[in-house]
C-alpha cells in the first residue's frame, strides 16, 4: 500500500537504515566511552569501534584506514582540505582550480581564501555539466596547488572525468580534491585508481547519521600535507581536534560496509526506477533533461519544466512527493540555481527545474504515483499560465 508522502529527495539527506541504527545504539548507553580514555575498558571498547568503522569507511573507497580522518560532515572535511592544503603548500603556491558547479561548500571556501591571497580559477563546464579537461590543465600555472573538482554533482546528478583530472594533477604534481558526498556509496569509487589526494565524503547521505563525516588524506606518492583547522587535544593524528563521536561514527562504519555490499544491485534498480520516471515526464511538451544523459549517477535526473515555476509546482506537490528545486544548502534563495545557469539555461528555464532523487527505500508504485502527479500539476499549471497560451497559438 502506498504511504504518502513519497520521498524522492535522497540527495538532500538519506533515513537511517534500521541496521545502523541498531548498531548505533550500544553506544550511546552501555559502550558510552571516549575513544581517547586509554586507560580503562570503557575507553579501549570504545577506540575499537571507532577504529573497526575507519576500516569500513576505508574499504568503500579503496583507502588505508590510516587515511580516514573523521569530521563533523563533508563540509568540514572539504574546508580542511582546502584551507589546509593552502596553508601547508603555501611556500609552493597559491593557486587554485575549481569549477563553478561546485557545492557551496567548495565553492564558499575557495572565496574565502582569496581574501587570504589565494588566486581562484573558477572553471566553467560544458552544457551537460561536465569540466572540458583540455580547458583545466591550460589553466595549470606554475604556483598551482590543488585542483578541487566534485565527482558528481549534487543537483544534476552529472559525473566528472575523475580518472581524467586525477592523471593530469599527477602528471603535473598538483594535489587533487574531490568532493564525493553524492557518489560515496552509490558508485564505485577508487582512489587509488583515480589518484586521488584527498576525498570529502559524509554518513547522511548514504543512510548513516547526520553529524559525522571523513576526509581521506593520501599517505603515500605523495604523503599530503594539511595544517588542521581545529585546534585542541590532537586527535585525530593531529588532523582534527575533537572528542569523537562514537556512535555517529559507529553508524557511519555499518552504513558504508552495506553500501559497499548492495551498491551494484541496488544501482541497477534504480537506474530502472529513475528512467521510468524520466521517460514518462519527457514525454510532456517543454521538458528537458538537465546535465549529462550518459555520464551521472543512477539515482538522479533533473528535468526543466518550460513555462512552469519549480516553486509553485512544488508547492502544489509537497504535501505528497517530496522533492527540490536544486542544492539543499541554497534552496531557500529566490534565484535560480546557479548549478543550471552554468550550464547556459536562462532564468525561466532555470526557474522551472526539478530535482528527483531516488533512494534505497523507493518503490515502483512510488514512481507511478509520481509520474501520475507531476505529469497533471505541470498540465494544469500550464494551462493558467499566458505564456503557455501565447507559446500554444505560435504553434499553430
Avoid at 540555481?337 to 532523487?357: I, N, Q, T
Wanted: with cysteine.
Amino acid at each position: 500500500m502506498l504511504k504518502l508522502p513519497v520521498y524522492l529527495d535522497y540527495n538532500a539527506t538519506t533515513p537511517c537504515d534500521p541496521r545502523v541504527v541498531e548498531t548505533m545504539l550500544p553506544y550511546f548507553t552501555q559502550d558510552f566511552g571516549n575513544a581517547a580514555s586509554r586507560n580503562h575498558s570503557f575507553g579501549w571498547k570504545a577506540e575499537e569501534a571507532v577504529e573497526r568503522a575507519r576500516e569500513q569507511v576505508a574499504e568503500i573507497i579503496g583507502a588505508s584506514p590510516k587515511e580516514i580522518i573523521f569530521t563533523s560532515g563533508a563540509t568540514e572535511a572539504g574546508n580542511l582540505a582546502i584551507k589546509g592544503v593552502f596553508e601547508a603548500y603555501a611556500l609552493k603556491g597559491n593557486h587554485v582550480i575549481t569549477t563553478n558547479i561546485e557545492h557551496k561548500a567548495v565553492l564558499d571556501t575557495c572565496k574565502h581564501l582569496e581574501k587570504k591571497g589565494a588566486e581562484i580559477t573558477f572553471l566553467p563546464v560544458k552544457n551537460n555539466g561536465i569540466i572540458d579537461i583540455p580547458e583545466l590543465e591550460a589553466s595549470i600555472r606554475p604556483n598551482t596547488i590543488l585542483i578541487a573538482v566534485m565527482y558528481a554533482n549534487n543537483e544534476i546528478g552529472t559525473i566528472m572525468p575523475v580518472a581524467e583530472i586525477g592523471a593530469l594533477a599527477k602528471k603535473h604534481n598538483i594535489l587533487f580534491f574531490t568532493d564525493a558526498t553524492q557518489a560515496v556509496g552509490k558508485i564505485p569509487v577508487d582512489v587509488q585508481k583515480d589518484n586521488i589526494d584527498l576525498l570529502a565524503m559524509t554518513a547522511h547521505k548514504m543512510y548513516g547519521p547526520k553529524g559525522v563525516g571523513a576526509l581521506y588524506v593520501r599517505r603515500r606518492n605523495p604523503r599530503v600535507k594539511i595544517v588542521a583547522q581545529i585546534d585542541g587535544g590532537g586527535h585525530e593524528r593531529g588532523m582534527r581536534s575533537g572528542t569523537l563521536n562514537v556512535p555517529g561514527i559507529v553508524g557511519f562504519g555499518k552504513a558504508s560496509e552495506i553500501s559497499w555490499r548492495e551498491m551494484d544491485k541496488e544501482a541497477i534498480r534504480l537506474k530502472k526506477l529513475r528512467d521510468k520516471l524520466e521517460i514518462s515526464l519527457l514525454e510532456l511538451e517543454e521538458t528537458h533533461l538537465n546535465g549529462s544523459i550518459k555520464q551521472r549517477l543512477p539515482h538522479v535526473t533533473n528535468l526543466a519544466f518550460k513555462y512552469v515555476e519549480s516553486d509553485a509546482l512544488m508547492m502544489t506537490l509537497n504535501k505528497e512527493i517530496a522533492i527540490s528545486s536544486g542544492s539543499a544548502c541554497t534552496s531557500a534563495s529566490l534565484e535560480p540555481s546557479y548549478v543550471l545557469k552554468a550550464l547556459g539555461w536562462d532564468d525561466d528555464l532555470a526557474h522551472g527545474s526539478l530535482r528527483f532523487s531516488l533512494g534505497r527505500f523507493t518503490t515502483e508504485e512510488e514512481i507511478d504515483f509520481t509520474i501520475e502527479k507531476v505529469k497533471s500539476s505541470v498540465k494544469t499549471m500550464r494551462e493558467m499560465s499566458p505564456l503557455w497560451d501565447m507559446y500554444k497559438k505560435e504553434m499553430i
